[in-house]
């Protein structure tokens, strides 16, 4: 039933946090709700930022993001559900339109999920959203005071949806943002540190120069990623809790050996240049309130028999 009342009430809280956050946002929120889309509506916007204002293909790209974002009268559409909005005919229009790799050349689009930060059924509240999405806003606010790199044009927030057999909470939430910045995967790599080293124990990092080619951004150790975002490793592993701490089970086809997350101890194969990030006070590690009014029986995390591990 708590499943069910979850996702009845989550189209209706995500578009309530939206309209809300970006009055206080430290990056211009592009859209107010339609998650869905994000990645879309982004990629055409961040294009366009590129075009000079005499260019024809700048009128067509606005042309093109505003009958995404508006209904039949040209108006933005505000209803959760709606058939002349529905994801259907807007992917259907996006495919009919195709970019210009030269026209994206300059900027990309960078897409962190923030899998330390997943709302979990019990916790789905307006102000839980906002209090999340407030701290990780102000991170990335300290990132781009902090470089000597143009800041980020703007950002777009959403929420991924999880359905995990063997998380804690199975039914989540994570936190996105989906940052405009220069095409530079340097400097991607030092956002996603930077976050790190600021208390995001688990991030995971897309570079998206248009919604068909992706390429991966490396995060800081890919053990971590596989603890709360099992789907990094099709069935690689399980998750199990160990005296408060949480444990990848029954490895099968990653290389991941071991990692016990909620310290700083971590012993799994991962490149050495990283090991002074895991070493960082406060980096990796942490989930805030994830333990918190834990009940293991209620769950079902029994401990394995010890024989059975040592036959992995």
């Avoid at 689009?109 to 509240?125: E, K, T």
């Avoid at 939430?173 to 790190?196: E, Y």
């Avoid at 490793?233 to 990848?248: D, F, P, S």
Wanted: net charge negative.
């Amino acid at each position: 039933m708590k499943h069910i009342k979850f996702l009845h009430q989550s189209p209706r809280y995500l578009e309530q946090v939206s309209r809300s956050f970006n009055k206080v946002s430290n990056f211009p929120n592009l859209l107010s709700a339609e998650t869905e889309h994000m990645y879309l509506l982004y990629t055409l916007l961040s294009t366009v930022s590129t075009i000079s204002f005499s260019d024809p293909d700048r009128a067509k790209l606005l042309d093109v993001v505003e009958k995404l974002r508006a209904c039949s009268n040209r108006r933005p559409c505000h209803r959760l559900s709606c058939k002349i909005c529905s994801r259907t005919q807007r992917l259907q229009m996006m495919n009919n339109f195709s970019l210009d790799k030269n026209l994206v050349s300059s900027y990309s689009v960078l897409r962190l999920n923030f899998n330390s930060s997943a709302i979990s059924p019990a916790d789905f509240n307006k102000d839980n959203l906002i209090c999340k999405m407030h701290e990780i806003d102000m991170q990335l606010k300290g990132w781009a005071e902090s470089t000597g790199t143009n800041p980020p044009i703007g950002g777009v927030w959403g929420f991924g949806y999880h359905h995990f057999n063997n998380l804690v909470y199975t039914d989540v939430w994570v936190p996105q943002v989906r940052l405009i910045l220069p095409n530079d995967k340097k400097l991607h790599q030092d956002l996603l540190n930077f976050m790190l080293e600021s208390g995001e124990g688990v991030l995971h990092g897309n570079v998206e120069n248009n919604p068909v080619n992706q390429h991966e951004v490396n995060t800081v150790n890919d053990a971590l990623i596989a603890a709360y975002d099992p789907s990094w490793y099709e069935h690689a592993c399980y998750v199990a809790i160990k005296e408060g701490l949480l444990m990848l089970r029954k490895r099968k086809e990653s290389s991941l050996s071991k990692a016990l997350i909620d310290g700083l101890l971590v012993q799994t194969e991962i490149d050495t240049r990283d090991i002074e990030i895991l070493r960082k006070s406060g980096s990796i590690g942490r989930k805030r309130n994830f333990y918190s009014g834990l009940d293991k029986t209620e769950y079902n995390y029994e401990e394995e028999d010890e024989d059975e591990e040592e036959e992995e």
